[in-house]
């Protein structure tokens, strides 16, 4: 692809400060990648650029720094779009494998995202809110040891394994599960345990060792909320210079790894990817995240995001994501 002067000056100035996140000035550009133009033209056409909105100068640093506005114009019109082979070859090994779980391949799937692009990647699946409890039940198994069960209205099954007590009969189990089947069923998963908190004293009159069995299914109701995101590839992410650096920058992307609602906000345009450039909250400026949506026969509509500084290499990034989300899509329809 051929591009004019300014075009191919803003790309060099993209890609050389995703790899260095060091500010580029006209003799970098001139030195490392041999412009055949005088220093003084390349000066013009980055100041224009700046003007435009596209660069922005640092306060340290005589040399530019991509903005948002240059990123955005860089992934839109500048980029390459290839897929990495290595890519390509480690997801197919992946799908080639028999006898996978969807969670097991999935999983597989985003630690090679995360490995490729040097940032952390995530799952992030159905909202909570979404789904609603169907049935409980207890299944006794060995010993004096039971197993809690709840199914959501959306094939989901989480459970929780408990020591019943010694002075507690199988009676005072069934007679438990009934009563919070009785009042349970068709509650929203992320209403259940406030709910469930309500009803504590009903139980207690029913039965005198209920806390052991209301634990169960709050922790099952919990896990199963809270498991709604999944993380890969933290250290990496972590180890990025404009995170290990700072320790509040640090301390604010540990938080927003574990704030499923952020990234649903980021992904409701209804566009199958979505690229968010900075911006994600006062606290979450210098930190990007790329969504895929991710659609499973059978299942509710999950995301796979990656996340990152805003000097993420979002040629890699995108195109490996669409890459991965669309092979995903393409196996899981064709082993339904």
Aim: aromatic share 6%.
């Amino acid at each position: 692809m051929t591009f004019s002067r300014r075009d191919q000056i803003l790309k060099l100035i993209v890609e050389h400060f995703i790899k260095t996140a060091v500010p580029v000035g006209s003799h970098t550009l001139i030195e490392v990648y041999d412009l055949p133009y005088s220093s003084a033209t390349i000066r013009a056409e980055m100041s224009d650029l700046e003007s435009d909105g596209l660069l922005e100068k640092t306060h340290t640093s005589s040399g530019r720094v991509p903005s948002s506005k240059g990123y955005r114009y860089y992934i839109d019109n500048l980029r390459s779009r290839s897929v990495d082979e290595q890519i390509k070859q480690q997801l197919q090994l992946i799908l080639d494998k028999k006898t996978q779980s969807i969670e097991d391949i999935i999983r597989q799937s985003c630690e090679i995202l995360a490995h490729m692009t040097n940032l952390a990647s995530i799952v992030l699946g159905p909202n909570a809110k979404d789904e609603r409890l169907v049935s409980l039940s207890i299944v006794p198994i060995a010993g004096n040891s039971a197993t809690a069960i709840f199914v959501t209205d959306q094939g989901y099954v989480e459970n929780k394994t408990f020591v019943i007590p010694a002075d507690m009969s199988m009676n005072d189990l069934q007679t438990s599960v009934k009563l919070l089947n009785e009042r349970l069923t068709g509650t929203p998963i992320s209403e259940l345990v406030p709910k469930m908190e309500a009803i504590r004293p009903i139980l207690q009159d029913y039965i005198a060792e209920h806390d052991v069995i209301y634990q169960a299914f709050a922790q099952a109701f919990l896990h199963f909320a809270n498991d709604r995101l999944r993380t890969y590839g933290q250290d990496e992410l972590f180890s990025q210079p404009e995170f290990s650096n700072d320790a509040q920058k640090l301390r604010h992307l540990i938080s927003l790894l574990d704030s499923p609602e952020i990234f649903r906000d980021v992904s409701q345009d209804g566009e199958n990817i979505t690229i968010k450039i900075g911006g994600v909250g006062e606290e979450y400026n210098d930190v990007s995240i790329v969504t895929s949506k991710l659609t499973i026969p059978g299942r509710p509509e999950g995301q796979i995001a990656v996340i990152g500084p805003t000097r993420m290499d979002y040629d890699r990034v995108v195109s490996a994501l669409e890459y991965i989300a669309g092979m995903l899509e393409e196996h899981f329809k064709k082993e339904r």
